[in-house]
């Protein structure tokens, strides 16, 4: 019995039948490593080994026994040996008689096999020689025969030429490399086309006289004798050829009429739109009847549109060059609607598939270069746009057009206008021309950035740069006018407007395309944005400057005696004087007066802030400095209350200045911070301005009861 072999040793399967050591070594070799391995192994070979010893040992008697209960066995195979050979000898004997027999019957076979190919050629040659004279006697027949009438029913004799050639097709399929079949070629070929030109006389008669039933059997005809394609040609010969010479000899006339416009072939087309319909309708409705039998031809491309093609191309290529845009334009559309004209001829999806992947339609519409014409249209677009924005300043309209007050404005508009106008537009440039408009806005946004990056003055006060002019107020806002407007334009009309050109596109595109103008235009609001800052900056800085004549409030009441203020300071009104400009240019744009009066207001609360501060540190330190009169009853009013006052009253002034600019002082959020900031404790948070003349009362006339006097005692 083997013992101390690892649980992962399985000697059990060494006795399957199906053993592999590599497999099992595989498997192991995922468990333990190969050393490892080798050394159980070597082990349990020796364990092995062991226990055979042991057990011949303990069975040595068994053992040596073994010899001698076999002693017999080869005299008993030695007598089994003649039997079977003598059995051996009879079954090759019978082998070789039955392969005899079976290589006779297989020669037999193969000389009845042989005996049938020939008797077939023979049968094929035989009823092939006799479709042919047959085939021959109908022809001579139908020549010397009285005339067909072709506008009579179809003619019998036609019928069965029709079938002989159909029966010698097939017979010749089946011997094609017989020789005799061969030399029936020249005989059968002239039958054919004797047969081809009576069937094509009789298809032409049967196109002018609308017969159903005769073109119904004439196509079958030709069908049967695999002659599709001769049938095209009839009808391009003889139906599309003098159509189309009418058609155009009507055009000439037509041309000559109008020798001063450029050609339009719309007249054409229609024309020829109406003979293919009168002429050919029958026909091309026929071929394309469900369960016809007919869809082998294809006579809308291989013969409406290929003589089409040939002859318009040839006779009128002037047509079709971009050299003039907008007739380019004209022709180009005129042909894609020719072209849905006879699309509705085709009545299934395969058979439109068919019509468009044909030669003739792929030739048709390469000799529209519509790369010449998108380059054409791109230079008048780039043209008229740079002309614009190449300029010193914004020039700016003397009347709005269009919602725009700028000129460089309007001819972004008009341009982009342009890109998918109906007489500018083509579907097959759909990519060029979104990529065009998109290439619109981003250079009018690029010339605003360039613009504003211009400073408007150098510091000592002459123009640096042209680009603003000498009132860069009204161009700014303008500007920004004019950025709002276009963005607010192209997220509205613009978009339905490309839209709706873009109908014909796949879902996805058609969003992905809408989805980069509307982020071309949210950028050029951005742009509004940052000439908003600039403009509401610009404003600021001209208040601020007269503003800083805020700190001559301190050296008139300081130390000075006055007595108290009564009335604004003369600087309020100027340093209001540029938002009221703005305000009387801003045609009502409250919001953007409201953020330059809060701009305005914020800075002016600084400088009163810093100027207020400054002033009770002034006070405090001169305190300190001084006695104090204690015999004094009543408390004199001081330099500092005098100062706030001022300020009080400058703050006013200005509320009464923003009310004539349109901003309501009471519900103005900038201005109350303004008002905090000057007012006394008992007076913030509470807008209360008294009226407007109060201000031009000179001090010697105050009246008790008077808002001023109010001040006063309030800061005393």
């Not at 093609?309 to 042909?335: C, D, Q, W």
């Not at 400009?581 to 919001?591: I, K, L, Y």
């Amino acid at each position: 019995m083997l013992e101390q072999s690892p649980a992962w040793l399985k000697a059990d399967v060494f006795w399957d039948e199906d053993y592999d050591v590599d497999v099992y070594i595989r498997d192991l070799k995922a468990i333990v490593p190969l050393e490892t391995l080798r050394h159980e192994l070597q082990e349990h070979k020796q364990r092995v080994e062991t226990n055979l010893v042991q057990t011949i040992n303990e069975e040595y008697n068994d053992f040596v026994g073994l010899s001698s209960e076999v002693m017999d066995v080869e005299e008993a195979v030695s007598k089994m040996d003649e039997p079977l050979e003598d059995v051996e000898r009879k079954m090759k004997s019978v082998r070789a008689d039955i392969m005899a027999v079976m290589d006779n019957l297989q020669a037999c076979l193969a000389r009845r096999e042989e005996n049938f190919r020939a008797r077939e050629r023979l049968e094929i040659i035989q009823d092939t020689t006799h479709a042919v004279s047959k085939l021959e006697k109908l022809v001579h027949e139908m020549e010397n025969g009285p005339a067909l009438n072709y506008e009579d029913a179809f003619p019998r004799v036609l019928e069965r030429i029709a079938s002989e050639l159909s029966k010698i097709q097939f017979y010749l399929a089946k011997g094609d490399s017989l020789p005799s079949l061969q030399n029936l070629n020249p005989r059968i070929q002239k039958a054919r086309e004797v047969f081809l030109v009576e069937l094509g006389k009789i298809l032409e008669a049967s196109l002018r006289i609308k017969s159903t039933a005769n073109l119904q059997q004439c196509l079958r005809s030709y069908a049967s004798v695999n002659a599709v394609d001769q049938a095209e040609a009839v009808v391009k010969e003889r139906i599309m050829k003098p159509l189309l010479e009418e058609c155009l000899e009507a055009y000439d006339t037509l041309i000559q009429a109008k020798a001063h416009e450029p050609e339009q072939l719309e007249p054409l087309y229609t024309d020829i739109i109406y003979g293919v319909s009168s002429r050919l309708g029958i026909l091309l409705r026929l071929v394309n009847t469900p369960h016809s039998g007919l869809h082998a031809f294809s006579f809308l491309a291989n013969s409406v549109l290929a003589q089409v093609e040939s002859t318009v191309g040839e006779r009128r290529a002037s047509s079709f060059s971009p050299g003039i845009p907008s007739m380019f334009h004209k022709n180009y559309l005129a042909t894609l609607r020719f072209l849905e004209e006879l699309e509705k001829y085709c009545i299934s999806k395969k058979k439109l598939e068919v019509f468009r992947g044909s030669e003739h339609y792929r030739s048709l519409l390469k000799r529209w270069n519509t790369s010449v014409y998108f380059t054409l249209r791109f230079q008048d677009v780039a043209t008229g746009l740079e002309r614009h924005l190449s300029g010193a300043r914004p020039a700016l309209l003397a009347e709005p057009k269009d919602g725009f007050v700028l000129e460089s404005t309007v001819a972004v508009w008009e341009s982009l206008g342009k890109c998918f106008s109906p007489d500018f537009y083509l579907q097959d440039l759909a990519d060029k021309f979104l990529k065009l408009s998109l290439q619109v806005l981003a250079r009018y946004r690029h010339w605003v950035e360039q613009g504003l990056q211009v400073p408007a003055s150098s510091s000592e006060g002459v123009e640096a740069e042209p680009w603003l002019g000498a009132d860069p107020e009204k161009r700014l806002h303008a500007i920004v006018h004019d950025l709002r407007a276009l963005s607010s334009n192209v997220l509205e009309s613009y978009l339905n407007t490309v839209s709706v050109q873009l109908s014909d596109l796949p879902d996805d595109v058609k969003r992905s395309s809408l989805d980069l103008l509307r982020n071309a235009a949210l950028k050029v609001g951005d742009v509004a944005e940052a000439a908003q800052d600039r403009l509401i900056g610009l404003i600021s800085e001209k208040c601020a400057t007269v503003l800083k004549q805020m700190r001559g409030v301190t050296a008139a009441y300081r130390m000075t005696n006055k007595p108290m203020p009564t009335r604004p300071s003369t600087y309020v009104n100027g340093a209001m004087a540029p938002i009221l400009s703005f305000s009387g240019m801003a045609n009502g744009d409250s919001a953007l007066v409201e953020a330059v009066a809060a701009s305005v207001c914020n800075v002016y609360k600084t400088m009163i802030k810093e100027l207020i501060e400054t002033v009770k540190k002034t006070e405090s330190s001169l305190k300190r400095l001084k006695k104090q009169a204690s015999s004094d009853a009543v408390a004199k009013v001081t330099d500092t209350e005098k100062i706030c006052l001022q300020l009080f009253l400058d703050v006013k002034e200005v509320g009464r200045q923003l009310k004539h600019a349109g901003v309501d002082p009471n519900n103005f959020e900038a201005y109350v911070s303004l008002w905090d900031a000057a007012a006394p404790e008992d007076a913030k948070g509470v807008v209360q301005l008294s009226p407007e003349e109060t201000p031009q009362k000179p001090p010697e006339t105050l009246e008790s009861g008077s808002q001023e006097t109010e001040d006063l005692a309030t800061f005393s």
